[in-house]
């Protein structure tokens, strides 16, 4: 499509606006990355990267164009300066900074999900301009080789203070980078893991809760009659399916790269619908009927009629099922989140009730009639459910069996086919 004339491209982060004046005025606006938090307590942090804080800040450009492009233009060369470190330049091989970034060019750190990457990213960030107490030098500068058992535990209580989650989370990332780099010696100077044997807790005191299928229906009920059936679908995917949140909605990562999200060329009504689990890579295929013996005959029984009511409801205006009504596009994630919050303000639902929830409180209904939710969630490893069934379509459709006669009363044909499934 032509450009009008005198169209010209702004810089990136450069938006116009117009005031009330009818001139038109330049803002230079610091992207989501870069912008600084808000702690609990009202503080607020720079963006850090590699230790380094970012000092820019969203600015004003004035209405006349060739400044804003000329400022703009210099805002963002600042940005990409600190955002790569000029090369690396001022960091010293062999100090925790140093070592951080090492990990991050191995094929181990690249080869982990968008959003992986990304957190693992921030919390590197937070660890090297981590002042161990007040006025010291940052643990950045210190030489990763120094580091002793007595340093880690010492951090670790330090980090408590902000909370457990934080602190363990933290802890986890450096065993994962002390480990690769010990394997690696010769390279990086390290030859012991001091975040070995800590002892921390798997997850932290408080989480994610679970959301309960009243919960969950009187969401779906609500995000219709507000016009949000995208929402909707999205929380039965998540719930029925046990989806986790960017792969139902689909969210682009870190590094720009979009997650594949949930086709519709996957959904067959009534037979199944195949999804693929991003942090995993594991493909999961939900069989949704069941044929269930009766004085009659055999009766095809729904397994997730909720799912494929909201399926049946939704538009097909994409190759993926959730796209936003207003842009036809994938939700951004900051859009998705003050929807869901309005949804659930709407519907008198909890404040600490996050679209995560969805996953979790259907993880835990499967929980409750089958100790095995692999072949739901798609989890990798046995430490998450404790106990080895071989994954199968089968598998998939006796707990989704037993699952449905868990939250209504099919009739005493359906729960004596689950008792022969499941026995």
Request: glycine content about 10%.
């Amino acid at each position: 499509m032509p450009k009008p004339r005198g169209w010209v491209r702004l810089p990136a982060y450069v938006r116009a606006t117009k005031r009330a004046s009818g001139d038109t005025a330049y803002y230079w606006e610091l992207p989501p990355w870069a912008r600084p938090t808000k702690g609990a307590d009202g503080t607020v942090t720079p963006a850090i990267r590699d230790g380094r804080r970012c000092a820019l800040t969203s600015t004003a450009l004035g209405t006349e164009l060739s400044v804003a492009i000329a400022k703009g233009d210099a805002l963002n060369q600042a940005l990409t300066e600190w955002r790569t470190g000029e090369g690396g330049s001022g960091m010293v091989k062999g100090t925790v900074e140093w070592l951080f970034t090492w990990y991050r060019e191995q094929d181990r750190f690249k080869k982990n999900t968008g959003k992986t990457r990304r957190d693992y990213r921030k919390l590197m960030d937070m660890l090297a301009a981590f002042e161990p107490k007040a006025g010291a030098a940052p643990l950045g500068k210190r030489m990763a080789n120094k580091v002793d058992a007595g340093v880690a535990d010492k951090l670790y209580r330090k980090l408590r203070e902000r909370g457990e989650r934080q602190a363990t989370y933290a802890m986890q990332v450096c065993r994962l980078v002390w480990t690769w780099a010990a394997r690696h010696h010769r390279v990086t100077g390290v030859k012991e893991n001091p975040f070995a044997g800590m002892g921390l807790k798997s997850t932290a005191a408080k989480g994610n809760r679970a959301t309960t299928r009243a919960e969950y229906d009187l969401y779906r009920a609500t995000a219709r009659e507000m016009g949000y059936q995208s929402m909707a679908t999205a929380a039965a995917l998540s719930f029925e399916c046990c989806q986790r949140v960017w792969d139902a909605f689909g969210f682009e990562d870190a590094d720009g790269q979009e997650h594949r999200g949930i086709e519709w060329a996957g959904y067959a009504p009534g037979e199944q619908i195949s999804l693929v689990q991003s942090k995993t890579g594991n493909p999961v295929v939900l069989p949704l009927t069941i044929n269930v013996r009766g004085e009659d005959g055999v009766e095809t029984v729904r397994l997730y009629p909720d799912l494929e009511d909201e399926l049946a409801r939704t538009d097909r205006t994409a190759d993926v099922i959730v796209v936003e009504e207003r842009s036809g596009k994938k939700y951004k994630e900051r859009r998705m989140s003050s929807v869901h919050r309005a949804i659930c303000e709407q519907a008198g639902l909890p404040k600490a009730m996050t679209f995560t929830g969805f996953r979790h409180g259907g993880i835990t209904e499967v929980g409750s009639v089958s100790a095995d939710v692999r072949p739901i969630s798609g989890h990798a490893t046995l430490d998450v459910t404790r106990i080895y069934n071989k994954a199968t379509a089968e598998k998939a459709r006796e707990i989704a069996a037993a699952r449905r006669a868990h939250i209504t009363a099919l009739g005493a044909d359906l729960s004596e086919s689950v008792s022969e499934h499941v026995g």
